[in-house]
């Protein structure tokens, strides 16, 4: 040590460079292998548009019905067979969770048009919408979105979930789920809604992502309405990210070209990280 | 999108930051908890030294003996209440892994004294010692290491163990584990020792830390000899990591002061996670 008595500089390691995040890796490479192996007929063939989202919610045990307890401290993506069969994930938060994301999401829309943030200002958009659930000759059934004040159509399409990745994160309230879909337009359809649910929705946008905290209420023909607290984490613009897919270490392109897939992911994963950390 | 038809500038995060690594962070708080409560009769009572290190190896199933597995795809630390039963850790690899490293940090001595490298240059030494372990009143033997060639004693301590944090890490052919021990200086003790190992030791030397690749041949009394390849990494300097443990977080001090735990621990990491990648 010299005669300062503070320490000397320190490389962030032997390679001088901070060695990768092996959590964002492996999702991008997930993400990329939902995309990239996605069935054709359902993108060009129907006009299909890929979906990639986070949802925050509860992993739980299927046998105990009590959150999932693996002996690990820190965060880890659970192995698919095991998702499969032992647990189930659960898309929801109590109200005052929901109440305590709104309002750390409208300080950040405020900070955030701050000069000297150092990121883009977050959006804001109110959104109600009703969807109608009508049956149909493929597994999936057919979602009707209607602008609840106006009735208008928003969207009529048929959701095919493509894969998920599950994020145990036993350190925080809350753990979260990767989702890639295919979301295929359909006509609209004739005869009566199986059932149908109203959404409350608060809509923050960020560069490439929409944030949304929504207030889902659901009533089906028998029993009472059942109501959900979400927050997903959404790509806004999923053409972007599958043209990025494709270019995705493309040798033929310029560096900055083709790590823009990994640029994006590890964006989404950074986003989900911060949501779910400020889950109280 | 613009007519250049590039992606727009994409911030870290909402925040504009990249979230703190969840796992660097739990290792920090975990070994800063270890320093802070060691018995100070053993460091300044006995003049201890605390030791912290990472060593590379296997994890294994108590009762298959089968390399651990879990339900997760990426590194995690194990909850230690299921490390205690349920699982041992093994610091131990093959003759070829071991040759792996060597050839490994070898390239990495040489490119790193190449003009132009992000890190500083790699030290090495080539060691020969020998170990004898004696009995004593307490729970730990005594263990006397010698120059295997000149036959001088260069160290006669007692090794107290303070704790271990096992890393679970499935993307990888190894695993590894941080233990911080404590080692005590005693007298040459009288009388014959139990068992004796030799070691034969390249120790490469970055900054803060050395990393010690080890062929160690065990002897006891009984039995034949048994080779082990060990690879550890160490922090050079345990006072500075002491002391900046100490400084860790306190108002007081400049941010880069109080920072400077957090930062070697991180290089700490960022070193481990590198050479567990580097396992063929």
């Known amino acids: 040590m010299g005669s300062s008595g503070g320490p000397p500089p320190l490389s962030l390691s032997i390679l001088g460079v901070e060695p990768m995040d092996e959590f964002i890796k492996e999702i991008a490479d997930w993400v990329h292998f939902q995309i990239m192996n996605a069935p054709p007929d359902l993108l060009q063939g129907k006009g299909g548009k890929i979906e990639v989202e986070a949802k925050v919610g509860l992993l739980r045990d299927t046998r105990t ?30 109200m005052q969770q929901h109440k305590h994301f709104n309002l750390r999401l409208n300080d950040l829309k405020l900070s955030s048009s701050q000069p000297g943030f150092p990121a883009s200002p977050l959006g804001y958009m109110h959104l109600r919408l009703t969807d109608s659930f009508y049956p149909s000759e493929d597994k999936e059934k057919i979602r009707v979105t209607k602008d609840t004040n106006t009735q208008e159509v928003v969207e009529c399409l048929r959701k095919i ?18 989702s890639v879909n295919i979301e295929v337009p359909v006509p609209h359809p004739i005869g009566s809604p199986t059932h149908s649910r109203k959404k409350d929705r608060l809509s923050y946008t960020h560069e490439e992502f929409s944030i949304d905290l929504t ?52 964006a989404f994963v950074n986003n989900a990280r911060i949501l779910v950390r400020n889950a109280d």
Chains 1, 2 share one sequence.
């Open 65 to 94: 019905s009590q959150r999932l307890m693996l002996p690990v401290l820190v965060e880890s993506i659970i192995a698919p067979e095991y998702a499969k069969g032992d647990m189930r994930f659960e898309s929801n938060m109590s």
């Open 161 to 178: 979930r493509l894969g998920d990745l599950n994020i145990y994160s036993p350190k925080r309230a809350v753990d979260w789920r990767v």
């Open 215 to 266: 207030q889902v209420t659901s009533q089906t023909q028998s029993g009472a309405p059942e109501l959900l607290h979400e927050l997903e984490l959404e790509f806004a613009r999923p053409d972007m990210l599958v043209a990025a897919a494709a270019r995705r270490g493309d040798p033929s392109l310029p560096e900055l070209e083709r790590s823009v897939f990994d640029e994006l992911i590890r």
